[in-house]
Structures are given as structure tokens and as C-alpha cells.
Nanobody, 120 residues
């Protein structure tokens, strides 16, 4: 079992920056990838970014790929999401997720979510 703890959300003005942190604890030896999704009020869950743990290969959702950067620290089993030029449309609950397999679209563990509110 893996437990994910997120931090770093909050209120920010449009155009501002935030960094989210997600630390995995528990059985992390098999960690293969970590990622972020977000869910805005009344909308479906949206893919934001993911990083493959060994290769550090990253992928981003189209709406964030030029403004967000995902990275990781292997020693602490922590993933980071650096967000720049935030937009009001980015207001959402952001969820960290991880998996022990590389299968696309397969995610096993989820954090509790952290709220980001972007004011216009």
C-alpha cells in the first residue's frame, strides 16, 4: 500500500505561480510513475501531468504543457508540480496519483486532493 500526501495548494491571482508537493510513503519500492489530475467544479477529472519514475520521462495535458513542470526526487519519493501563469480556469482540486505499473491510464493510489483557487 502507498499513501500520498499533497501540499502547496491555496489562493493565487491569475498569472501567479504555485508549487505542489506529493510525497509517497509505505511500499514505495515498486513506484513506477506519479502524476497529477485536477477536477474543477462540475467538470470531469482532467489529466495534468505525469512522470515516469526511472526515466523521468514526462507528459502533460494540452492546457498546461507550456506552463507546468513535473519533477521528482527519488530519495524522498516526492513529486513536484511547478505551475506558472495560472489561469482562473485552473481553479480545481488537484490530486496526486501513483502506480507501480507503467500501463497508460492505470493509476492505483490517490491523495486526498488540494484546492487551488485562481482569482481573476
Amino acid at each position: 500500500q502507498v499513501h500520498l500526501d499533497e501540499s502547496g495548494g491555496g489562493l493565487v491571482q491569475a498569472g501567479g505561480s504555485l508549487r505542489l508537493t506529493c510525497t509517497a510513503t509505505g511500499h514505495t519500492d515498486g513506484l513506477s510513475k506519479m502524476g497529477w489530475f485536477r477536477q474543477a467544479p462540475g467538470k470531469n477529472l482532467e489529466f495534468v501531468a505525469r512522470i515516469l519514475w526511472s526515466s523521468r520521462i514526462t507528459a502533460y495535458g494540452l492546457s498546461v504543457e507550456d506552463r507546468f513542470t513535473i519533477s521528482r526526487d527519488n530519495a524522498s519519493s516526492t513529486a513536484y508540480l511547478q505551475m506558472h501563469d495560472l489561469e482562473p480556469e485552473g481553479t480545481a482540486v488537484y490530486y496526486c496519483t501513483s502506480s507501480d505499473v507503467l500501463t497508460a491510464g492505470e493509476w492505483a493510489y490517490w491523495g486526498q486532493g488540494t484546492q487551488i483557487t485562481v482569482s481573476a
